[in-house]
């Protein structure tokens, strides 16, 4: 099982700060997605990128997906008390099940007022 | 708007009972999972099912059956629930070949065995 190593775990952040959280593999994906959950809520996809090297914008949202397609960062500008939840990658690798979707352990995001 | 349904938010079951989750989607899509969360852990998958009766085994299936009758529904059965099967249960559906599609998910169920 492909193993998806997030960082930080969790994060702690004033209002209007800047973050950045890694999503790391030894393997290379295929494709990589990018989901929120909020506190009793499901996840919910905010991106997907598939080629190496990708940039995507969502708003103050900044999706990098690296070259090799072993690693990706979200990027987050002037951060708001609404972006607060627990922020999950997940991929499917190269050659393995096309059903199959790995999750990261999360990054907990907690924006301060 | 996809709607994936979970029909119980909050369980709380006893050491050998039998546990059914039940998980609905109404947007016909073939592909379903059952996921379980736990502080820490992340996402685990369970099983995932790609059509009616179909279903293969994901990372952590020992314990765990499920049921895919009918497309639009997939259950989860613990056949004896055990203290370390309390979690957080994520279901969640996605379309068929869509393999960069998105996993749409409902609220959890989140089961106490006690």
């Known amino acids: 099982t492909q193993l998806l190593e997030q960082s930080p775990q969790f994060l702690s952040i004033q209002e209007g700060e800047n973050l950045t959280v890694y999503c790391n593999s030894s393997?290379?994906?295929?494709?990589l997605q990018w989901y929120r959950q909020e506190p009793g809520e499901g996840p919910v996809l905010l991106v997907t990128v598939v080629t190496g090297g990708e940039v995507k914008k969502l708003k103050r949202l900044t999706f990098q997906f690296g070259d090799a397609r072993k690693d990706s960062s979200l990027h987050i500008t002037a951060a708001q008390p609404g972006d607060t939840g627990l922020y999950l990658c997940?991929?499917?690798?190269?050659?393995?099940?096309?059903?199959?979707?790995?999750f990261g352990k999360g990054t907990l995001l907690t924006v301060n007022p | 708007d996809v709607k994936v349904t979970q029909s119980s938010r909050y369980l709380v079951k006893r050491t050998g009972e039998k546990v059914f989750l039940e998980c609905v989607q109404d947007?016909?899509?073939?592909?379903m999972f059952w996921y379980r969360q736990d502080p820490g852990l992340g996402l685990r998958l369970i099983y995932f099912?790609?059509?009616?009766?179909?279903?293969e085994k994901g990372d952590i299936p020992e314990g765990y059956s499920v049921s895919r009758e009918k497309k639009e529904r997939f259950s989860l059965i613990l056949e004896s629930a055990s203290t370390n099967q309390t979690s957080m249960y994520l279901c969640a559906s996605r379309r068929a070949g869509a393999y960069t599609g998105e996993l749409f998910f409902g609220e959890g169920s989140r089961l106490t065995v006690l």
């Open positions: 997940a991929a499917r690798n190269s050659g393995g099940s096309n059903y199959k979707l790995t």
């Open positions: 947007m016909d899509h073939e592909n």
């Open positions: 099912s790609y059509d009616v009766k179909m279903k």
């Open positions: 393997s290379v994906f295929s494709s």
